[in-house]
């Protein structure tokens, strides 16, 4: 078992993820079989019941799990599948010893942190790195070093070097932060030096030092930083600002990082050349684009991008695979029920709702989807957007004024969307979705078949309502088509206006299987009709 810990120093948001995720893309060009691990110090079990405002998006996977958005990005990539377990938490850390402890298996003992829940770390970490079946696993250390936090992990991670040997099984990466400072604009590199002191105190001595700098770090700085941190030179690695984060597997082969790591950690690449010319030709379409449009995303967490990650992500693959850049003007709904959405939105080649929860931001949802249907404006709906688009269509073309979601409305004379039978009764939060990949029927002719190119698809799910059964006949009367159902067709997924050019939604979300290379179709039908538009 081989394991490479991420971690970070100085301050958050680094790039930490990033970088995990880059090291990963890169062996994995060798033919080396990688995954990941994010380990978050939060005490929440998952981030199902976290708010997006607060740590951005909630990603799913495939089994349902509602995991950090860091997993989305070792998704995109390094191309995994993962599972919840891939995402271990204080919280989930903590659960399990306190339940072993109620069950009596400390025999009596006194339960602490160290060995008990250090133990516990450990044998998450590796039973998750043997079923992955993975040659390496990365696993990346959330928080800051010298967060109280985060010092479990950080021993679990010493003691697994010794465990599993530091020569060639277990290696650490260090991120940190170089400042440029002063008109001179002279890189600092003692923040550095203190965080890896700091490391260091812990028993970690990092193989790897991984420097975040607006500009790329010269040559003194690196001699510096290899001399106080006592690391080789050509392992003080420089990350600066990229076009794209895309190009950061690049900026990390051109310093050699994939030999570093292949060397020293005796690994049998299938191949010694890299093979990395589709990710440049992908980087290479994102950066140097020859056209441009403007897509509005309207929501209610606009305030913080990371809230919709999975979907800038997604326009970025649509509009990579057409050479064409894709401006998000992000449009908070509210502002939409006082503002006259034909001023706020007419500049805009398509138009996304994305998910979202609570009634906040809802009428001015109504109000975008009703400009982009009777404007012909591309629009795609994802979730909330679904039922959103549903509602609308409900009021004004059906004439029930009044149609809601319950979710909003609970005495709604037309609950249009309404909660599922099985959910209710279900009160604990972050207990009552439905979550995770499930089949959904495509219906042969219509736009969704056209973009998936198939009848059977599998998409993730996160949600409580849907549309409700009483209504279909006279809503797809009407023109509003379910292209897609599930579950023997008693669930609407997707819905397609007639006599539009491009008037989409989906119950699931698509944003979160889009790849690099592979984008989401219906991202991708959305920024095709944008084009034309
Ligand atoms: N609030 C809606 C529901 O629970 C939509 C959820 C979402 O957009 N993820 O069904």
Not at 128 to 142: H, K, N, T
Not at 281 to 306: H, M, N, W
Not at 370 to 376: G, I, T, V
């Amino acid at each position: 078992m081989k394991l490479i810990f991420v971690s970070g120093g100085v301050i958050s948001g680094l790039g930490k993820g990033i970088t995990a995720s880059s090291i990963g893309r890169l062996l994995e060009s060798r033919g080396i079989r990688v995954s990941a691990i994010k380990v978050d110090p939060y005490l929440n079990v998952d981030a199902g019941t976290m708010n997006p405002y607060e740590h951005g998006e909630v990603y799913v996977l495939d089994d349902g799990g509602e995991v950090d958005l860091d997993l989305g990005n070792y998704e995109r990539f390094m191309d995994l599948h993962l599972t919840r377990d891939h995402n271990i938490t204080t919280g989930k850390v903590y659960r399990t010893v306190i339940e072993n402890e109620r069950r009596g298996e400390y025999l009596g003992k006194t339960v602490q942190i160290i060995p008990h829940v250090t133990d516990e770390i450990k044998r998450r970490i590796t039973s998750v790195a043997r079923d992955s079946g993975a040659d390496v696993v990365i696993v990346e250390l959330g928080g800051t070093v010298g967060d109280m936090e985060s010092m479990p992990f950080l021993e679990a991670a010493r003691q697994l070097g010794r465990d599993l040997g530091r020569e060639e099984n277990v290696m650490f990466v260090h991120t940190t932060l170089v400042p440029i400072m002063g008109s001179v604009g002279e890189e600092k590199t003692k923040p550095t030096q203190h965080s890896v002191k700091e490391l260091m105190s812990i028993g970690i001595r990092p193989d790897i030092i991984v420097c975040r700098c607006s500009e790329p770090i010269t040559d003194s700085a690196r001699a510096k930083i290899a001399m106080f941190c006592d690391v080789p030179e050509e392992a003080v690695i420089s990350t600066p600002d990229a076009r794209t984060t895309y190009e950061v597997p690049l900026n990390l082969e051109r310093q050699g990082v994939a030999d570093l790591i292949i060397d020293r950690m005796r690994l049998r690449p299938m191949t010694s050349r890299r093979d990395m010319s589709s990710w440049e030709g992908l980087v290479d379409r994102i950066v140097d684009p020859v056209r441009e449009v403007r897509i509005a995303l309207v929501g209610k967490y606009t305030s913080l991008a990371d809230s919709y990650l999975s979907h800038l992500e997604a326009f970025t693959h649509a509009g990579a695979a057409r050479r064409c850049r894709i401006r998000t003007v992000f449009v908070d709904s509210d502002r939409l029920t006082s503002e006259d959405p034909a001023e706020v939105l007419s500049g805009v080649d398509g138009i996304i709702v994305p998910g979202g929860f609570g009634t906040r931001g809802v009428e001015g949802m109504l109000a975008a989807a009703r400009y982009a249907r009777e404007n012909k404006v591309p629009f795609l709906g994802v979730c909330l957007g679904f039922q959103i688009a549903t509602i609308e269509f409900c009021r004004d073309v059906l004439g029930l004024e009044k149609a809601n979601s319950t979710e909003f409305d609970p005495r709604t004379p037309d609950p249009v969307v309404c909660i599922m039978d099985e959910q209710r009764g279900i009160s604990e939060m972050g207990a009552t979705m439905r979550l995770g990949a499930q089949d959904v029927v495509v219906a042969e002719g219509s736009k969704a078949h056209a973009l998936y190119g198939s009848a059977l698809i599998s998409e993730r799910h996160r949600h409580r309502y849907e549309v409700n059964p009483n209504y279909i006949d006279r809503i797809e009367a009407a023109g509003w088509r379910f292209t897609g159902r599930s579950d023997c067709g008693t669930r609407m997924e997707i819905g397609e206006l007639e006599g539009h050019p491009y008037f989409v939604a989906s119950q699931f979300h698509p944003e979160f299987k889009s790849r690099p290379q592979r984008p989401s179709p219906l991202h991708q039908g959305l920024v095709d009709a944008a084009l034309k538009n």
